[in-house]
């Protein structure tokens, strides 16, 4: 067996340890105590324990982040460390990984970890019916093989060298085996934190599991209050007059007094987060590439850099891989602003000017109403007549978002670029809103998953981002930053991940009370 080389080095969980703990200078030594109150956006009435179905925020944060454990996890800087696997090896050719998985470790109910748990909660996102977004992770895999208590077995159809930062996909929490309708309905996961309530959209309350396996390393907060605040006014009045302590999401407009008050921190991060406008190419008018080439040239990218995200981001390449990814191609031209181009394009299509609907919601992402209406404005001097529909924040994701031809839409984008195209853009996928189908593009996909070598995987990740770019149909006019606020009284290691918001969704876990 043989370790794949990832940023120079693939990390067994051990080691990745060791490094994390070693490149993090602590700002203060962290100390147990207190309930942490948050107040976060992404909430819906139609929450669940159920991780399959996870998509913003709150369930991500609350979930993956406090209540359950997935195998891997990407720490503050980047790294792959261990969660509940301790270490993983791949044959030469990263076809077959086996996970080490820790030893001595308990559900909420006192049922004991081991490899049938693993087993059972990968194959809940192939099973018949099930709608995970995981699915393109987990369905690769031809085989789960129990060598042992804690040794597992995977072997895949094709290699893929970024497998194990896959485990750390926040919709592949580990469930007990035999019980996991119980564990969705009531929470229980190997988690920091096990649920005392959970009123979906609206409330959960967390308190701190005794004896736990990170006790010393994370989970410093002896309780935790999440409330569902969706509205961006009252998320921000909430902490700047001390009913929270710390929210997701900051609202650029207020950004001026929370900086003003000296009981608020504010702490941004540049990751791979994209706010974007996909379209359903499966359907006419957007199966047309005259079509979306017309929009893609009628979005005025920097204005929207400008006037949305306040110069907290920069111009997309309608490309979802991220300036944080390592084969980002940082060469790639934007699509320039161009009303004829657009007038060009539509004539191409056959049309002398178009007439579509844009669903919007600010669920979709911070001020995507405000978005939707600059696109209208610099989309009509190209012929295009954009119809903004703003759409009901709650029920946003379940009802408009996969469903409606052509909505906003934000992506938090992932750790390595296989993930985030296999996630959003293989076809199939559950999650790939666009359903656009390339060829070149899925021959490209496969065989970049299982290439080795760096400078053939970066030839053709490049080649995949100008493909998107150029034909996809999803029109990504920025990359925004991650934007979060605490109240001063909390601390933290002085890293901070970019993957996903709020301190890569692990904020629970990893700050604590000064």
Known sequence: MTNISRRGLLKTGAAAGVLAATGMPLRAAPKRGGTLRLGIAGANSSDSWDSRTHSDTYMILTSHGAVFDTLTQVAANGELIGELAESWEASADAKTWTFNLRKGVTFHNGKAFGADDVIESLQMHTAEGAKSAAKP???PITEM???????????????????????????LCIYPAGQVEEAIAKGIGTGLYKVDSFDPGVRTTLSRVDSHYKDGKEGWFDAVEVIAINDSSARMNALMTGQIDALNRVDYKTEPLMRANPMVEIFEVTGNQQYTFPMLTNLAPHDDINVRKALKHGVNRQEMVDKILQGHGAVSYDNPIGPANQYFDK???????????????LKKAGMDSLTLDLSASNAGFPGAVDAAQLYQASAKAGGININVVQEPDDGYWSNVWLKKPWCACYWSGRATEDWMFSVNYELGAPWNDTHWDNARFQELLVVARAELDTNKRRAMYHEMQSLVSQEGGTVIPM??????????????????????????????????FA
């Open 331 to 345: 060469n790639l031209t934007p699509i320039d602003y161009d009303p004829d181009k657009s007038k060009h394009y």
């Open 145 to 171: 093989k129990k060598m042992g208590e804690h040794q597992v077995q995977m072997t895949l159809a094709n290699g893929n060298a970024d497998f194990p930062f896959l485990m750390s996909d926040y919709h």
């Open 137 to 139: 992770i987990v369905e």
């Open 479 to 512: 990359y925004a930053n991650s934007v979060d606020a605490n109240s001063t009284k909390l601390a933290n290691s002085g890293n901070i991940g970019n993957v996903f918001q709020l301190d890569n969704a692990r904020f629970i876990e990893r700050w604590w």
